[in-house]
């Protein structure tokens, strides 16, 4: 367990569906990121909040909607997905922006079918 | 020239032999560079950190970093079945302006029991 929780854990989507994924942090962090992963690609940053303040959107598509109310929980909402968005999309948080190490949550992985 | 390059194996070494991954990165500004090991299916689970040049050591696992050279390495000692996995370098690419950890492609490693 490390302090970043995200559900659901498992996701299958249809393309016109609306989704949102979840991430809570137990850890006191001001910092928390979106990233994706597909295979056989390095980790893409899509999104940091710091103090719930979006920092950087990573060229994200606007069918991923991100969303942050405060320190402790960010969301990505989806809609009209497409199937190559299937992919484990990674929340992670450190103490501050880009400083000291970050912390994954399990992952959701999204299937878009 | 991608941001961060590591080789992606697999890298096969036999059980109880040192295991050495290893990292370069572009940006020579920067100041903060990390290992993550993640099993498949899994989320990346920090390891080590280290932001001098040298070597850090943390049990089995040492991290090397030359900013000069702008590589960082891990060596695994004593290699266990249970460190297969991949291992990905992440960096923090200071002279971006941005403050975000930039991963590799991660190196697959083999413990041959």
């Known amino acids: 367990e490390t302090g970043v929780t995200q559900t659901p854990r498992h996701l299958v989507m249809g393309m016109t569906n609306k989704k949102s994924l979840k991430c809570e942090q137990h850890?006191?962090?001001?910092?928390m990121y979106w990233y994706k992963q597909s295979a056989k690609k390095p980790l893409e940053l899509m999104f940091v909040?710091?103090?719930?303040?979006?920092?950087e959107n990573n060229s994200v598509p606007s069918r991923f909607s991100p969303e942050c109310p405060n320190s402790s929980h960010l969301f990505l909402h989806l809609h009209t997905l497409q199937p190559e968005d299937s992919a484990l999309y990674l929340c992670?948080?450190?103490?501050?922006?880009?400083?000291?190490?970050?912390?994954f949550g399990q992952g959701t992985r999204l299937t878009v079918v | 020239q991608k941001e961060v390059e590591q080789n992606s194996g697999p890298l096969s070494v036999p059980e109880g032999a040192i295991a050495s991954l290893n990292c370069t990165y572009s940006?020579?500004?920067?100041?903060?560079f990390f290992w993550y090991r993640q099993y498949s299916g899994k989320s990346p689970e920090l390891i080590m950190s280290?932001?001098s040049n040298g070597d850090k050591e943390d049990g089995r696992f040492t991290a090397q970093l030359n900013k000069a050279s702008q590589y960082v390495s891990l060596l695994i000692r004593d290699s266990q079945p249970s460190d297969s996995a991949t291992y990905l370098c992440?960096?923090?690419?200071w002279g971006s302006g941005t403050y975000k950890y930039i991963f590799g492609t991660g190196t697959r490693l083999k413990v041959l029991a």
């Open positions: 992440a960096v923090i690419p």
């Open positions: 280290i932001y």
């Open positions: 992670a948080s450190s103490p501050s922006l880009g400083t000291t190490e970050a912390f």
């Open positions: 850890l006191g962090h001001n910092a």
């Open positions: 940006d020579r500004g920067s100041q903060s």
């Open positions: 909040y710091n103090f719930k303040e979006q920092t």
